[in-house]
C-alpha cells in the first residue's frame, strides 16, 4: 500500500541540506552555536535520509520489486514542471542502484566534512554565509544524483558550480597567507600564484566552458525528443525502434556529437584534459571546502553524469559500433588525464596541490573504467562500470581522509608547503597512522580499498582488449607514480629532520605548539582511515560483488546484459601486476624521502635531460601558462585598450556633454520654480492660451 511518507523520502534527501543551509542563516540570530548544530544536523538527516532509500520497498510510486537492491526498472515520480510544452516537462527524482549508492556516499562523507568544519573553521568570520553555501553544495549535488531529468539535473550543475566559486573564493579578502602556489614563480612569465578570488574566478570559467558543452549538447536531444525525461528517453527506442529521437540524430549525423557535448559537462566539472587546471588552483579555499569539492560533490558529478548518459546511449544506438568513438574518448581523456596529473603531483611541493592532481589523476581512473565499459563486449560493460565507481566510492574515503589531515597539518606548520614540515611522526602518532593509511590506499596497496577499486579498472582493461590493452599500460605507469608520490609526501611530511618552521615553533611555543587535532577534527579523519581498511577488507568478501550485482541490475533496465561474476584467479595475473607496480613505487619513495638512502636532487642534479624532465613537470606541463597566454592575456589586454581608446577617449567625453546639457536644464528648471504664485499663474495662463493656438490650427474636427 502507497504511502506519504515513502513518497516524499527521495525528495527530501536532496531538499533538506538546501533547506538547512537557510535554517542555518535564520538560526544564527540565536548565535553561532545554534547555526552550527542547525548546518551539521541537516547534513546528517540528509545521510539517514539517503541510507533509507536502501530499505523503502512494495509501494507504487517508485515500482520496486523489493528492496532497492532488487529493482529492475528505472523507478521515478514525477510532477508537472513546465505544463505549456507538449509534452509537458515534469520534475521527479530516481530511485535506482546507482542513485541509491551515491547518494548515500556522498552524503555520509558530507556529513564528516560537516563536523571536520567544526573545529576547523573556528573562529573564522563570515561563518553563516561559509554553512549555507556548504549546505547548498551538498543539496545541489544530491539534486544532480537524484534527478530524472536532464534540465533538472543541469539546475543542481549550476548551484554546485555557484557554491565553488563562492567557497573556494571565501577568503575573499585574498591574505597571502591563503594563496595557493609559490609567490613569485612564474612561468612562461605567467604568475604561479593565485589569491582565492582569483581561484574562484578561474574555476567558475573553467567550469562554464563544459557546462555550454553540456547544454548544447541535452538541447539538441531535446529538439529531437521533446522530453528530457531519462525514463522517457529510453523508452521512445524501446517501444518505436524505427523512429525515434536516437534514429533522428542518427539520420543527421548528431547522435555521437549530442554525446560529445554532454561528456564536455563532464571534462569540465570533473577536471578532465583540458579543462583541469582550474582544480589545484582551487585549494586556495579552505581546506574542508577542497575535501567535499574532491570527495563528495563538483568532481564526482561528471562521473556520475556519464554513468547515467553512457548506458542510455549504448542502449538506444541502432548499431553498437556507433557508440564506439564516444567510449574511447572518454577512456583516452581519462586514461590521458590520469597520467598527467599523477606526474606532476610527483614534484610539488605544497601538500593540497599535490591532493589536488591527485584528484584529477583519480578522477581519470574513474573515467578510464566508464570508457572501457563501452569499447568492451556487452557482457562486460558492467566491470568497466562497476570498477568505475567502485573506485568513486573508494576515492571519496581515502581523499576525504587525506584533505582532514592536510588541514590539520596546515594549521599546526603555519604552512602549506611540505618543505616547512617534517618529522612529524612522533608528535601525531593518530594523524601520522591515518594520513598513512589512507595515503597507502591510495597507493593501491593491499588490502585497502584502493588496491581492489584500482585494480577492478585495470583488470577490466586488461580482459578489454584492442585499445584496452594501451589504456592498462598507461594505467599501470599511472600507478607507479601514485604510489611514489603518495609515499613521498608521507616522508617529507612525517620522517626526516624537523624542519627549521616547526623548531621555530617549538621554541615559541613549546609543548604546546605541536599537538593533535581536536575530537571534531580527528574523529572525522580517523573514521574515514577506519572506513577504507574495513571496505578493503569486505571488497574480496563481499562488497564488490554486490555492488557489481546492484549495478547490474542498474544496468539491465538499458536491456545490457551483464552479469556480474568475480573471478579472482582469472584476474589474478592482472592483480599480481598491479600490486607489483604499486610496491615499486613505494619502494622507491620509502628509499628517497623516509630511508633517505638515495638522494632525488643528485639524480635529477641541476642541467641535463632530468633537469629539463622536472622542470616541465614542475611547471605544470606549460599547459596552464600556455592557457593564460592563448585566452587569457589577449582579453584582458583587448578590454584595457578598448577601455583607454573607446571608453576614455569616445564614451566619456559624451557623457560629459550630457551631463553638462542636463546641469544647464536643470538650472534653467529650478530658475523657473521661483515659488512666487503670480508667476505660476501666469504661466500657467500662457499654457492654456498655447494650447488652445495649437488645437485651432493643428486640431481635427
Not at 582551487?282 to 564526482?300: D, F, K
Not at 578493503?536 to 542498474?554: C, E, K, M, N, V
Not at 551631463?659 to 530658475?671: A, E, K, M, V
Request: hydrophobic share 50%; proline share 4%; with cysteine.
Amino acid at each position: 500500500m502507497t504511502s506519504w511518507y515513502f513518497d516524499i523520502i527521495p525528495n527530501l534527501v536532496w531538499m533538506v541540506p538546501i533547506a538547512g543551509g537557510a535554517f542555518s542563516v535564520l538560526a544564527a540570530a540565536a548565535g553561532g552555536k545554534a547555526r552550527n548544530t542547525v548546518a551539521v544536523l541537516t547534513s546528517l538527516l540528509a545521510a539517514l535520509l539517503a541510507t533509507s532509500l536502501f530499505l523503502i520497498s512494495d509501494y507504487t510510486p517508485y515500482t520496486l520489486t523489493g528492496k532497492i537492491l532488487d529493482i529492475t526498472t528505472i523507478a521515478g515520480q514525477n510532477a508537472t514542471w513546465v505544463p505549456g510544452l507538449h509534452p509537458a516537462l515534469t520534475a521527479g527524482v530516481l530511485v535506482d542502484p546507482l542513485t541509491a549508492v551515491l547518494a548515500t556516499a556522498i552524503s555520509w562523507i558530507s556529513f564528516l566534512i560537516m563536523v571536520y568544519s567544526l573545529g576547523y573553521m573556528k573562529d573564522e568570520k563570515n561563518l553563516t554565509r561559509y554553512y549555507f553555501l556548504m549546505n547548498f553544495f551538498i543539496g545541489n549535488m544530491l539534486l544532480i544524483v537524484m534527478s530524472d531529468n536532464f534540465l533538472q539535473l543541469f539546475l543542481g550543475w549550476e548551484g554546485v558550480g555557484y557554491c565553488s566559486y563562492a567557497l573556494i573564493g571565501f577568503w575573499s579578502r585574498d591574505e597571502l597567507e591563503h594563496w595557493v602556489g609559490s609567490i613569485g614563480e612564474k612561468t612562461l612569465g605567467v604568475p604561479e600564484a593565485y589569491s582565492p578570488t582569483q581561484a574562484g574566478i578561474k574555476a567558475f570559467i573553467m567550469t562554464r566552458v563544459g557546462d555550454v558543452a553540456f547544454l548544447i549538447g541535452i538541447l539538441i536531444i531535446f529538439a529531437y525528443a521533446r522530453t528530457f525525461n531519462f525514463e522517457q528517453l529510453y523508452n521512445m527506442v524501446a517501444l518505436n525502434p524505427s523512429a525515434n529521437w536516437a534514429k533522428s540524430l542518427q539520420s543527421v549525423g548528431l547522435f555521437i556529437p549530442s554525446a560529445i557535448f554532454i561528456f564536455g559537462g563532464a571534462i569540465g566539472k570533473s577536471a578532465q584534459f583540458p579543462l583541469q587546471e582550474w582544480l589545484p588552483d582551487a585549494m586556495a579555499g579552505p581546506t574542508s571546502v577542497s575535501a567535499l569539492i574532491h570527495a563528495a560533490t563538483m568532481v564526482n558529478a561528471g562521473v556520475f553524469l556519464i554513468g547515467t548518459v553512457g548506458p542510455l546511449y549504448y542502449a538506444v544506438a541502432s548499431n553498437l559500433s556507433l557508440t564506439y568513438p564516444f567510449f574511447l574518448t572518454i577512456g583516452v581523456i581519462g586514461g590521458f588525464t590520469a597520467f598527467l596529473a599523477a606526474s606532476q603531483a610527483m614534484v610539488l611541493d605544497e601538500v593540497k596541490k599535490v591532493l589536488a592532481y591527485s584528484t584529477v589523476s583519480q578522477i581519470g581512473y574513474m573515467m578510464l573504467g566508464l570508457g572501457i565499459a563501452g569499447i568492451s563486449s556487452e557482457a562486460n560493460f558492467v566491470f568497466g562500470f562497476t570498477g568505475a565507481f567502485f573506485h568513486l566510492i573508494s576515492q571519496a574515503l581515502f581523499k576525504a581522509g587525506l584533505f582532514m589531515c592536510a588541514g590539520w597539518l596546515i594549521h599546526v606548520s603555519g604552512s602549506r608547503f611540505m618543505k616547512d614540515m617534517g618529522g612529524l611522526w612522533k608528535d601525531l602518532r593518530i594523524t601520522s597512522v591515518s594520513m598513512l593509511v589512507v595515503a597507502l590506499s591510495l597507493a593501491g596497496i593491499f588490502p585497502l580499498s584502493g588496491f581492489w577499486s584500482k585494480e577492478a579498472i585495470l583488470s577490466a582493461a586488461e580482459q578489454a582488449g584492442g585499445p584496452g590493452i594501451a589504456l592498462w599500460i598507461l594505467g599501470l605507469g599511472t600507478a607507479l607514480m601514485t604510489a611514489f608520490y603518495s609515499i613521498r609526501m608521507i616522508g617529507l611530511i612525517f620522517f626526516g629532520e624537523k624542519s627549521a618552521n616547526l623548531q621555530k615553533i617549538e621554541v615559541e611555543h613549546g609543548e604546546h605548539g605541536i599537538h593533535e587535532a581536536p575530537y571534531s577534527m580527528m574523529i572525522p579523519y580517523v573514521t574515514l582511515a577506519a572506513a577504507t581498511f574495513v571496505v578493503g577488507i569486505l571488497a574480496p568478501i563481499y562488497l564488490q560483488d554486490r555492488l557489481g550485482t546492484l549495478f547490474s541490475s542498474y544496468l539491465a533496465q538499458f536491456h545490457i546484459a551483464s552479469p556480474y561474476v568475480l573471478n579472482y584467479v582469472a584476474d589474478l595475473p592482472s592483480l599480481t601486476i598491479g600490486l607489483l607496480i604499486a610496491i615499486l613505487g613505494v619502494a622507491i619513495a620509502y628509499l628517497a624521502y623516509i630511508r633517505r638512502s638515495i638522494s632525488p636532487a643528485k639524480i635529477v642534479g641541476e642541467k641535463g635531460f632530468l633537469h629539463s624532465g622536472y622542470l616541465f613537470l614542475q611547471h605544470r606541463w606549460y599547459i596552464n601558462a600556455v592557457y593564460y597566454r592563448v585566452f587569457v592575456y589577449p582579453v584582458v589586454n583587448g578590454s584595457m585598450w578598448l577601455f583607454k581608446n573607446f571608453e576614455q577617449k569616445v564614451v566619456e567625453p559624451i557623457n560629459l556633454g550630457a551631463i553638462d546639457i542636463g546641469s544647464i536644464l536643470s538650472r534653467t528648471f529650478q530658475d523657473l520654480e521661483s515659488g512666487i504664485e503670480e508667476e505660476y499663474v501666469l504661466g500657467f495662463g500662457i499654457g492654456i492660451a498655447l494650447l488652445i493656438i495649437l488645437l485651432v490650427f493643428f486640431g481635427q474636427v
